[in-house]
């Protein structure tokens, strides 16, 4: 089981499994400012399952702060990839005007 989020690549998903966004929190926690952790640690505390939407505003204030912690030099390339990868759908929501839906 995982989170698929909207607005991936090419009219799909991002898609990770519960473990891997544990982990991809963990390395955003690790390389972004608390202010900047806190602005987006909502989307990865909570229940493992619990489907949620964030409004295009807040979608693109995360894309921002996702983009800044995928370019950090502390954020391993592996790591980097997925958190650009996951600013991109946040981005493609909220240049769209659509919430940003997490299942």
């Known amino acids: 089981m995982g989170w ?10 991002f898609r990770r ?6 982990n991809l929190a963990r390395q955003l926690a690790h390389v972004l400012s608390a202010a900047d952790w806190r ?6 505390d909570r229940p493992s399952g619990e489907p949620f939407t964030v409004p295009p505003g807040d979608a693109g204030r995360a894309a921002e702060v996702l ?11 592996d790591w980097a990839a997925a958190v650009h990868e ?7 929501a909220a240049g769209a005007g659509e919430p940003w839906a997490w299942t």
Do not use: I
């Open 67 to 77: 983009h800044r912690a995928s370019a950090h030099r502390l954020m391993p390339d």
């Open 39 to 44: 602005s987006v640690r909502y989307l990865f």
């Open 86 to 92: 996951l600013a991109e759908t946040a981005d493609r």
């Open 17 to 22: 499994s519960y473990g891997s966004m544990d």
């Open 4 to 13: 698929n989020v909207s607005h991936g690549a090419e009219g799909g998903q």
